[in-house]
């Protein structure tokens, strides 16, 4: 078969799978993508937690806001959690109106102290919940789940993703009767990502009655790659 018909039918090949047969520069190449996923169970979990305090000066919201964080922080830590656990996720300070009979009418100085808690067991996620509430969290949310073993999870994805893309450039190589080359070109467009498949993004109120029930679930460490094969 004459070099120019193998090239169109490994392009004509090449189309179903989402996989393009030649680079732009004309190089004699298979160029595949490559798919990589591991599942990792969740054993370490992210919380979410903000203090909100008004006050009628400015000084005394900041102040007030300062004790209540200050007692959110003593309850982790006095619960193993330490302050490198422990992260500021964002910080307001605004005024607050009110209206009555259609005119707005000034009415303190709010400030908003936000957290973001690592736990590293998963399994007393529903506790530390609790305890933020009572330390005097206003709202607790977006409940994340993580995995202590995520890094290398993600090299064992690349390394699938890989494995995935070479088999796919070698049966198309022995198809359409070329030999697979070495690599030309390795690109990994997408870096190994962990996507929570039971995720948790609920806001808990205060004066909570009883323990946060939690079920974490499993993640999906994924990974994509495109490599072309040079055609020898």
Do not use: C
Not at 3 to 14: D, N, S
Not at 20 to 38: L, M, N, P, Q, W
Not at 155 to 171: M, S, Y
């Amino acid at each position: 078969m004459p070099l120019p018909r193998i090239a169109k039918f490994i392009g004509i090949l090449l189309l179903p799978l989402s996989l393009s047969a030649f680079a732009e520069t004309g190089d004699r190449v298979i160029s595949v993508r490559g798919f990589g996923v591991v599942e990792v169970e969740s054993n370490q979990g992210k919380v979410g937690a903000s203090v909100t305090s008004k006050e009628m000066s400015p000084s005394e919201a900041l102040a007030a806001n300062n004790a209540r964080v200050q007692a959110v922080f003593d309850a982790l830590n006095s619960a193993g959690i330490g302050n490198d656990d422990i992260r500021t996720t964002h910080f307001n300070f605004y005024k607050e109106y009110r209206y009555e009979g259609g005119t707005r009418i000034f009415d303190g100085y709010a400030v908003t102290n936000g957290i973001e808690v690592t736990v590293d067991e998963v399994g007393e996620l529903g506790a530390i919940l609790d305890l933020l509430v009572d330390a005097g969290a206003d709202n607790v949310s977006s409940v994340r789940f993580d995995s202590k073993r995520t890094e290398l999870m993600r090299r064992q994805a690349i390394i699938r993703a890989t494995r995935d893309a070479f088999n796919k450039a070698t049966v198309l190589a022995n198809q359409t009767g070329v030999v697979l080359g070495a690599p030309a070109q390795i690109t990994l467009r997408s870096s190994a990502s962990i996507t929570p498949e039971a995720a948790t993004n609920t806001s808990f109120q205060a004066n909570a009655d009883s323990t946060v029930p939690i079920s974490p679930g499993t993640n999906a460490v994924t990974a994509t790659v495109w490599i072309s094969y040079s055609i020898e």
